[in-house]
């Protein structure tokens, strides 16, 4: 099992001076980090891929950044979905490029976009068809293609543990795993065990965040049952705590977060990983 943190835990958009931030992350005893891209997000590539290979630690990357909404593989329009292909293909060139191990994120529609109607009985099925031109393009570069379900407020298209077992079925791709985040499922799933259990053939990562986006312990999410299930699984992938730090300008409040939940990304980590660690010690005990 290996740990890791979100970039929005540290800076509110990477650029070439967040380099420091990988021997931060390593200093605070985690092996990976995920950066979130777009169009806006600009930096050398190849300085990240080196010294975050001196200091042995994975980068996975995952859509955070501008993300233009007509580039969308659930979109009714085909010349949407095509430029949703470009579009997340241009994001897995850019893992390559830093030696990543996977791309993740809700890349079945577009995160923010929720359509308020029954969806069209053809929706997952053409989803599924773009999922698989990708997931087959990740794999020519080894590149995992890493699904997160959220919540209702985010997206429409997949919310719960079973559509996106579902999509994966209907795509027939052995590079298309799952990323279940505690956050969102706060508010879609009510049997945390079963919802690990469900996905645990595909399971690549845990987004391990409180109900709040606090630091991991204390609040609503079950963690007995997501660190006991993860043992009996045999789960052993990347669990990467999420926030957005609130000691940045109103980077927290533009994303959604109006409490101070992350002022401290130090503080955040080190307080998240005790808990996490211990708790995965104790259920595997």
Same mark, same amino acid.
């Given at each position: ?5 979100? $970039? ?23 092996? =990976? /980090? ?18 975050? &290979? ?16 007509? =580039?969308?593989? @659930? ?7 095509? &430029? ?11 893992? *390559? ?31 599924? !068809? ?10 020519? *570069? ?8 959220? @919540? ?5 298209? #997949?919310? *719960? ?6 999509? %994966? ?18 508010? !879609? #799933? ?8 469900? #996905?645990?053939?595909? /399971?690549?990562? %845990?987004?391990? =965040?409180?109900?709040?986006?606090? %630091? ?9 049952? #997501? ?8 789960? $052993? ?8 730090? @609130?000691?940045? &300008?109103?980077?927290?409040?533009? *994303? ?5 939940? =992350? ?5 955040? %980590?080190?307080?998240? /990983? ?6 995965? @010690?104790? &259920?595997?005990?």
């Amino acid at each position: 099992m290996k740990f890791g943190a979100h $970039s929005y835990i540290f800076t509110d958009s990477w650029t070439d001076e967040s380099i420091g931030i990988l021997e931060t992350v390593k200093g605070l005893g985690l092996d =990976c /980090l995920d950066i979130a891209v777009g169009d806006d997000v600009r930096f050398a590539p190849e300085r990240v891929r080196k010294r975050a &290979a001196e200091l042995e630690l994975d980068i996975a990357l995952s859509p955070g950044g501008a993300w233009p909404e007509e =580039c969308d593989l @659930s979109s009714d329009e085909p010349s949407e979905r095509k &430029a949703g292909l470009a579009w997340h293909k241009k994001q897995i060139d850019l893992a *390559r490029a830093l030696d990543g191990v996977a791309y993740n994120g809700s890349i079945y529609g577009h995160t923010g976009v929720v359509r308020y109607r029954r969806p069209p009985s053809d929706e997952l099925e053409r989803v599924a !068809e773009g999922l698989r031109l990708l997931a087959e393009y990740g794999r020519k *570069r080894n590149i995992a293609v890493v699904l997160e379900p959220m @919540s209702r407020f985010r997206t429409h298209c #997949v919310n *719960r543990p079973e559509q996106v077992m579902r999509l %994966i079925d209907l795509a027939d791709h052995a590079n298309l795993y799952v990323l279940l985040d505690t956050y969102h499922m706060v508010t !879609e #799933v009510r049997d945390y065990a079963a919802a690990i259990r469900m #996905v645990a053939d595909r /399971l690549w990562g %845990i987004h391990a =965040c409180e109900n709040d986006r606090g %630091i991991p312990g204390g609040g609503l999410v079950p963690w007995d049952d #997501v660190f006991t299930t993860l043992q009996d699984t045999g789960f $052993s992938g990347y669990v990467i705590m999420e926030a957005y730090n @609130s000691s940045i &300008a109103d980077f927290a409040f533009e *994303r959604g977060m109006f409490h101070d939940g =992350c002022p401290d990304p130090h503080e955040f %980590i080190r307080k998240g /990983l005790e808990f996490l660690k211990k708790g995965l @010690s104790n &259920a595997e005990d």
